[in-house]
C-alpha cells in the first residue's frame, strides 16, 4: 500500500515538473524561431539582390535551409504562390505557422507581405531591412521574456508538485 502511494506521489511531483518545463520551453522557442526567420530574411534579401531567381524559387530553397516551422512557412508560402499573389501566400502562410510566436511577431512578419512582388528589387529590400529591424527587437524582448519566465515555469512546476505531494500525504 506505502509502495503504491509513494508512485503516485511521486507521479504527481514529476507530471507538475514537466508541465513548469514543458511551459518554460515556449519561451526558448520563440526565441529560437524567431532568430530562424530573421536568417531565413537574410538569405531572402541576399537572393534577390545577387540572383534572378523568383520569389517562389527563392521561398523554395529557404524552406529546404531553415528548420521547423519556419522553414515550413516559406514552403507553405511558395507552394500557395503558384496560386495567388506573393503578398497573400506570405500573410496565410504566416497565419497557419504553428510556433511560439505571439500575435506582434506574426504582425511584424506580414508587414513584410504588403510589398512583396509587388514593388521593384530596391523597394523589396528596404521592406526586408524593416522587418529585419522589428525583429531584432522582437528578439529582444523574447530573450527578456525567456530570462524572467523560463526559470520561473521550471521553479513554479516543482513546487506545485511537491505542495500536491503534501497535500496528498
Known amino acids: 500500500m506505502i509502495i503504491i502511494k509513494l508512485f503516485i506521489l511521486s507521479l504527481v511531483f514529476i507530471s507538475s515538473l514537466w508541465l513548469g518545463i514543458l511551459v ?5 522557442g520563440r526565441v529560437i524561431e524567431l532568430r ?12 534577390i539582390k545577387y540572383t534572378y531567381e523568383t520569389v517562389p524559387e527563392i521561398f523554395e530553397e529557404i524552406s529546404r535551409q531553415i ?3 519556419v522553414g515550413k512557412t516559406f514552403k507553405l508560402a511558395s507552394d500557395k504562390m503558384k496560386e495567388k499573389s506573393a503578398g497573400e501566400a506570405w500573410n496565410e502562410s504566416i497565419d497557419t505557422m504553428n510556433t511560439h510566436m505571439n500575435i506582434e511577431d506574426k504582425t ?10 509587388k514593388t521593384n528589387v530596391e523597394g523589396q529590400i528596404s521592406e526586408i531591412k524593416l522587418v529585419d529591424n522589428f ?3 522582437q528578439i529582444k ?4 521574456d525567456r ?3 523560463e526559470k520561473m515555469y521550471k521553479t513554479l512546476g516543482g513546487i506545485i508538485g511537491l ?7
Open 147 to 149: 530570462k524572467k519566465n
Open 67 to 69: 528548420p521547423e516551422e
Open 141 to 144: 524582448l523574447a530573450q527578456q
Open 163 to 169: 505542495a500536491l505531494v503534501i497535500i496528498l500525504i
Open 36 to 47: 530562424n526567420m530573421k536568417n531565413a530574411l537574410n538569405m531572402f534579401e541576399t537572393k
Open 24 to 28: 518554460s520551453k515556449k519561451y526558448v
Open 108 to 117: 511584424i512578419l506580414k508587414t513584410l507581405g504588403k510589398m512583396l512582388g
Open 135 to 137: 525583429l531584432d527587437t
